[in-house]
């Protein structure tokens, strides 16, 4: 999500139902507040702070679209697993995002997410996010909030300049990865996810499908996805 920190307030809001950059509250206030706004409107809560979106660039929404078309790829082959992009998480007491895409396991199918009204509760296995302007944010703030939140593996795509990030959860904190030799990212989450780096970085989808789809003809989806359906509880 493409943000930008105009101001910082040491308040609460004093303007009515509103929510402006840099607004230090709760999460069940920021709620309640961004559930009177427009439909239009996008913000999110990041360590108890405040941060409305900015335009989105060409670049981002190019980014997103092809994350996105990765992972519903994965998600149609993967039977128990959903791929949301833009979603409300309730992530914990002082946060509450909104990430550009992500990849979580079904509760009846084992999975650490939960249902709060209409919206998902705690961390995702993996989430992905572009970042533009909102590099600080994404790699700084809100990697800590993921973090702190439960995240398995976390992936930010830098547009400027172009670079992949991907990190693991390793004894309760997230390390960054190191590009492998063969240039290809596999999640240790979900077996088969297979990620071309080169080829994300470039937008080009064509490869960046043809390395998953070597990923899904692994036999360590097969076995995945059949374990998956051995937790299957409904």
């Known amino acids: 999500m493409t943000q930008t920190l105009i101001h910082r307030r040491q308040q609460s809001p004093t303007r009515g139902n509103s929510l402006a950059n840099g607004d230090h509250l709760d999460r069940p206030t920021f709620h309640r507040l961004y559930e009177d706004t427009p439909e239009s409107f996008r913000a999110e809560l990041i360590g108890g702070i405040v941060y409305v979106a900015s335009p989105v660039s060409r670049q981002h929404s190019n980014a997103t679209a092809t994350f996105t078309g990765w992972l519903v790829n994965y998600r149609a082959m ?8 833009d979603g409300t998480v309730l ?7 909104q990430p550009d895409c992500m990849l979580y396991v079904l509760p009846q199918f084992g ?4 249902y709060q009204d209409k919206y998902l509760a705690g961390g995702p296995e993996l989430v992905c996010e572009v970042a533009t302007t909102s590099a600080a944010i994404d790699l700084h703030r809100k990697l800590k909030s993921y973090q702190q939140a439960g995240v398995l593996e976390y992936l930010v795509l830098t547009t400027d300049p172009a670079e992949l990030f991907w990190f693991h959860r390793v004894d309760g904190k997230f390390e960054r990865l190191d590009l492998p030799r063969d240039g290809t990212f596999k999640s240790a989450i979900f077996p088969g996810l297979w990620l071309n780096v ?11 499908l043809a390395t998953l789809q070597r990923g899904l003809a692994d036999e360590s989806h097969a076995k995945f996805v059949a374990e998956l359906e051995s937790r299957r509880t409904s």
């Open 111 to 114: 999975g650490r997410l939960c």
């Open 91 to 97: 992530l914990g007491e002082f946060d509450e995002v």
């Open 198 to 208: 080169e080829a994300i970085i470039s937008d080009d989808t064509r490869a960046v």
């Open 78 to 85: 993967t039977p128990g697993v959903k791929s949301p992009t």
